[in-house]
Nanobody, 130 residues
């Protein structure tokens, strides 16, 4: 049974940094799409960053380009999201998600890409204060 487990959320002041981690287990295929989404109260779940486990194009939401970096450590099946220069508007519950490789494409072309992902972590809260 595929599972995703996030860690690393917390509370920081604006301008600070956090690193989120997501450990994947139980995936039969080694090639798939993994990404980070976030959801603030009253808002849609939005894609933040995503990548193919075998490399290639990386997606970033315009709002985080230049501040967030997604990366993976294949040996440990761990996905990371390094978040720098955090802003109060980055405050949200952050979720790790995984799906077949085809799902990454949705982040570039769909307004609600989250609906394409079947596997989700439990979420980790990020709060950025002024």
């Amino acid at each position: 049974q595929p599972q995703l487990m996030e860690s690393g959320g917390g509370s920081v002041q604006a301008g600070g940094s956090l690193r989120l981690s997501c450990v994947a287990s139980g995936f039969a295929d080694s090639n798939y799409c993994m990404g980070w989404f976030r959801q603030a109260p009253g808002k849609e779940r939005e894609g933040v960053a995503a990548m193919y486990t075998y490399g290639g194009n990386i997606y970033y939401a315009d709002s985080v380009k230049g501040r967030f970096t997604i990366s993976q450590e294949s040996a440990n099946k761990t996905l990371y999201l390094q978040m720098n220069s955090l802003k109060p508007e980055d405050s949200a519950m952050y979720y790790c998600a995984a799906e077949g490789a085809w799902a990454c494409h949705a982040l570039w072309v769909e307004s609600t890409p989250a609906r394409n992902f079947r596997h989700w972590g439990q979420g980790t809260q990020v709060t950025v204060s002024f």
